[in-house]
């Protein structure tokens, strides 16, 4: 059974910087693909950025240029570093591992869910 932590969240003014970090176990990491979701009161999950099983990355065109994402199979932790934050970067981040080994933009092909980090930006 795989469970996921991210950390790594907080409160920062427009511009800056946060890094964040999921921590999984009880699943290998190098099978199955992985993303970043965040999502705001009212609004649907949105992807942000993922990792497949052979690496590639994807973004949204939101987040591309700004955040990166990358992965530690050996310490089973995925990393998004989020830079030039802007204020509509607010909301609660997820890490989530998905049922395949390729990157999905759809939360619903997502079998694992971490709790979630809260990330603000002000202006």
């Known amino acids: 059974q795989e469970q996921l932590v991210e950390s790594g969240g907080g409160s920062v003014q427009a511009g800056d910087s946060l890094r964040l970090s999921c921590a999984a176990s009880g699943r290998t990491l190098d099978t199955y693909g992985m993303a970043w979701f965040r999502q705001t009161p009212g609004w649907e999950r949105e992807f942000v950025a993922g990792?497949?099983?052979?690496?590639?990355?994807y973004y949204s065109d939101s987040v591309k240029g700004r955040f990166t994402i990358s992965r530690d199979n050996a310490k089973k932790t995925v990393d998004l570093q989020m830079n030039s934050l802007k204020p509509e970067d607010t909301a609660v981040y997820y890490c989530?591992?998905?049922?395949?080994?390729?990157?999905?933009?759809?939360?619903?092909?997502?079998?694992?869910w971490g709790q979630g980090t809260q990330v603000t930006v002000s202006s």
């Open positions: 989530a591992s998905s049922r395949r080994a390729s990157v999905d933009y759809s939360s619903d092909n997502y079998a694992y």
């Open positions: 990792i497949s099983r052979l690496a590639a990355t």
